[in-house]
Each structure stands twice: as structure tokens, then as C-alpha cells.
């Protein structure tokens, strides 16, 4: 019998999802016999110890998974539970993304005091988020908001509502979800009004290259449509060397008649001034999400690009 160790962050909706998937994991052993048992093992992740300042000043690539991935490769856990839109393009030596799950509503939304229309915000209301990606179309749609970053987890952001000054909160739909709070959701933004950020509403199990006793048993979770458009939109950031600290979105769709994906790409700056945007369909993800950020860039994306990553 083999005890498989699960690495995950500590918040309540890491371990949601990690526990999400260790039951998945748990059904299909049970159903075939496989000797396997599991256990979670709690990290901590440098995007968790830093609190006060928002992600574009902490900087660097994979704020969320770095110890985990460490861990992994020292073999003390043997596969983690990620968010894909915590994952860096490229993993290290040694690792790979095993499975992806079905994706969850990959959509932003508001939590609100009151109302359930962009609309119904006031005046110069004051909106927080953890992310660039999400003032700059904020900025967009009302440009009379008054964005304010706010981090920490998801608990705790929500309840900027009742402690703070805030009249609403924009957090990913999928974590609220995931959850069992979707009725705190006052509204739903669009994906063309609101473009997500690559890979969000997806997870990301990674494991080892070389153990492939755990490679074949997350096939079970693997979800083929979702890889798909989740190939192309991180294709799309690897181009553009893009992260969570810098203000881009990507996010494709199959087509429900074809073996097609649309994929949408945006680059703007926070103050919702300069936008770049730039849609197109293909069959190859790797290819699309390339081409969609390399339209960008011709647009003159690398200029906002460059000054984040610096």
C-alpha cells in the first residue's frame, strides 16, 4: 500500500481544492483496487507570508508554488494542488503538470454591499482587488471607481465588505464556488466585458516526472477540453513572459460544433488607458495562444509588458 503525500497551501480554498481532488482520487482507487492512501501535507508559499503590498511590487514568478515545488522535488510530498493561474509557464527540472481537472466558472465577479449591477456601485465607489488585470477593465467599464488593492484569502478579502470601507470586492467565481458561497456573488462579469486571467477556474496537479505510478493515476482527474484551452492560453503567456504581477489576460473556449478554440488576449495598463485586445480561432493551442500574443505585441504590448516585469 502506498501512502501518496498531497502538497498544498494552507488557505481554506487551497485545501478545498485539495481535498476536492484527494476524494476524486480516492473514488477511483476504491472503484479498481489500487493500493494507494492519502495525506495532505499543509506549506507555506512566499505569496502567503507577504500580505502588505500587492503582487506587481512583490514581483517574481510563482509567489504560490515555489516551497511547494521544492518540497516536491526533495520528495516530501509526491503531487500538489495548484491554481493554474498560480503556475509559471515553465516548471522546473524534474516536474510536470500531471492532470488538469475539469474547469470550474472561470468568470470574475463582485461581491457587493448592495446591488446586482454595475451599476447600482455609486460614485467614485471603492472597489478592492489583488489583481492589475482586473483594475485595468475595471477602469474600462467605470472609470469613476476608485480601485484599491486588497490581498490575503479568499475569506478574508470578502470580508473587506463588513470591516472596511469597501463597497465591493472582485474575486475569481471559480474560488467562491468551490466554496459553497455562490450566493454571496452580487454579480457575474462577462468574459468579454472582463477577461480572466490564463488558466483561472482551473487546477493543476503536478507530480514528478519520473514517478509513473502517480502520472498514470491522475489521468483518472484529467480533463481533455479543459488542457486544451488551458495549453493555449499558457502558451499565450509564455510568449508574452507574462505572471500574476502583470496586467494580461488570456482565455479560450472550444467551440461546441468544432474542434476549434477561440482565444481572446488583452495587455492594458491599470488606469484602463492604453488597451491592447486582440481575438482568433485555431485548432492547435500551443499555436493560437502564441499568435494571439504575438498580435499584441506587434499592437506595442511589450511597452506596459516591460514596465512590470521590471
Request: net charge negative; aromatic share 6%; hydrophobic share 40%.
Amino acid at each position: 500500500m502506498r501512502k501518496i503525500i498531497v502538497g498544498t497551501r494552507q488557505s481554506k480554498l487551497a485545501l478545498t481544492q485539495t481535498n476536492w481532488v484527494i476524494k476524486q482520487l480516492e473514488h477511483y482507487c476504491e472503484k479498481h483496487g489500487l493500493p494507494f492512501t492519502f495525506e495532505t501535507k499543509k506549506l507555506v508559499t512566499k505569496g502567503d507570508r507577504i500580505l502588505d503590498v500587492t503582487l506587481s511590487k512583490v514581483g517574481g514568478k510563482g509567489l504560490f508554488v515555489k516551497e511547494i515545488e521544492d518540497a516536491m522535488l526533495q520528495e516530501n510530498i509526491d503531487i500538489a494542488v495548484h491554481s493554474m493561474k498560480d503556475m509559471p509557464f515553465v516548471s522546473p527540472d524534474g516536474l510536470m503538470i500531471g492532470a488538469i481537472p475539469v474547469r470550474e466558472d472561470a468568470r470574475d465577479c463582485l461581491v457587493m454591499n448592495k446591488g446586482q449591477n454595475l451599476d447600482d456601485l455609486p460614485e467614485g465607489a471603492l472597489v478592492g482587488t489583488s489583481s492589475l488585470r482586473r483594475t485595468a477593465q475595471l477602469k474600462l467599464l467605470r472609470p469613476d471607481l476608485k480601485l484599491e488593492s486588497i490581498r490575503g484569502n479568499i475569506d478574508t478579502r470578502m470580508n473587506k465588505i463588513s470591516t472596511a470601507s469597501f463597497d465591493a470586492v472582485v474575486l475569481a467565481a471559480a474560488g467562491l464556488h468551490r466554496m459553497g458561497w455562490k450566493e454571496r456573488i452580487g454579480l457575474y462579469l462577462s468574459t468579454d466585458d472582463c477577461i480572466p486571467a490564463v488558466g483561472q477556474g482551473a487546477l493543476a496537479i503536478q507530480c514528478r516526472s519520473e514517478d509513473a505510478e502517480v502520472k498514470e493515476l491522475l489521468q483518472y482527474i484529467h480533463h481533455q477540453e479543459t488542457a486544451r484551452v488551458v495549453e493555449a492560453e499558457r502558451a499565450f503567456l509564455g510568449k508574452l513572459n507574462g505572471g500574476c504581477q502583470v496586467p494580461l489576460a488570456g482565455y479560450a473556449q472550444c467551440h461546441d460544433d468544432s474542434t476549434k478554440i477561440k482565444m481572446v488576449g488583452f495587455v492594458g495598463s491599470p488606469d484602463g488607458e492604453t488597451i491592447y485586445k486582440y481575438s482568433l480561432d485555431g485548432e492547435n493551442g500551443l499555436e493560437l495562444g502564441e499568435k494571439v500574443a504575438q498580435k499584441l505585441l506587434d499592437q506595442g504590448a511589450e511597452e506596459i509588458l516591460r514596465e512590470f516585469r521590471g
